[in-house]
């Protein structure tokens, strides 16, 4: 059984077309893991590569692999700064390609806010 804090991010990504995209979920984080690799996690394994500050205020930058993407295409770079307030997560954040930027797409930038609240805490088996 795994304890940990429930919470609920809502994120506004906005793609190179101009239309944002928000999206919202709640998920399981063990406590004390509020970090940006934790609240992106729906974009895959991330990894991080640079770290800047603490919870209260940092700098990133970090990779992601995308599962089911071409080879050339399979990975993210995600930089952005974030904060964690009590049981308030906010963070700005660039999504790019990590790959050949010379390759159709390989320009694709996406840019975005997130914000997630601790709502609760959660029980997983």
């Known amino acids: 059984v795994f304890a940990g804090d429930l919470w609920e991010i809502n994120s506004k990504s906005v793609g ?3 239309n944002p995209q928000p999206f919202t979920q709640k998920i399981c984080l063990p406590s004390g893991a509020a970090d940006p690799s934790n609240m992106l ?3 895959g394994s991330c990894t ?3 770290k800047n500050g603490d919870a209260s205020a940092m700098t990133f930058a970090m990779t992601c692999k995308i599962p ?3 080879a050339d295409l399979a990975s993210m770079k995600v930089t952005g700064d974030a904060k964690l307030m009590g049981n308030k997560f906010d963070m700005r954040y660039t999504i790019s390609l990590g790959g050949d930027q010379k390759q159709p797409g390989g320009d694709f930038k996406m840019n975005g806010d997130l914000e ?3 709502v609760g805490t959660c029980t997983e088996r």
């Open 16 to 18: 190179p077309d101009g």
């Open 48 to 50: 991080m590569d640079q």
């Open 41 to 43: 996690a729906g974009l």
């Open 68 to 70: 089911g993407m071409p």
């Open 116 to 118: 997630a609240l601790k």
